[in-house]
Nanobody, 116 residues
């Protein structure tokens, strides 16, 4: 059974930094893309970035390109999202999942609130 636990959210200033973590457990994710998604209040969930578990191929949404960095630590079975200068980003709950996402794998997410 896939289990994904997000952490690291909190309050961040517009010009600050924050690192989110996603601890994975369950079947091996080798060959899969692991992704971060986010959902702001009243908005649909949207894709942020993904990384291939093996090989490290990355892809970012245009809105975060150059400011956010996705990475993974295979030894720790953890995926990270480094958020730099979130600036105009809305407050949102960030989730990790495979890409395409598995319905049963959605966790509670971790909330990020951006202050000016």
């Amino acid at each position: 059974q896939v289990q994904l636990v997000e952490s690291g959210g909190g309050l961040v200033q517009a010009g600050g930094s924050l690192r989110l973590s996603c601890a994975t457990s369950g079947p091996t994710f080798s060959g899969y893309f692991m992704a971060w998604f986010r959902q702001a209040p009243g908005k649909e969930r949207e894709f942020v970035a993904h990384i291939r578990w093996s090989g490290g191929i990355k892809f970012y949404a245009d809105s975060v390109k150059g400011r956010f960095t996705i990475s993974r630590d295979n030894a720790k079975d953890t995926v990270y999202l480094q958020m730099n200068s979130p600036g105009h980003e809305r407050t949102a709950v960030y989730y990790c999942n495979t890409n395409p996402p598995r319905i049963e794998a959605w966790g509670q997410g971790t909330q990020v609130a951006v202050t000016s």
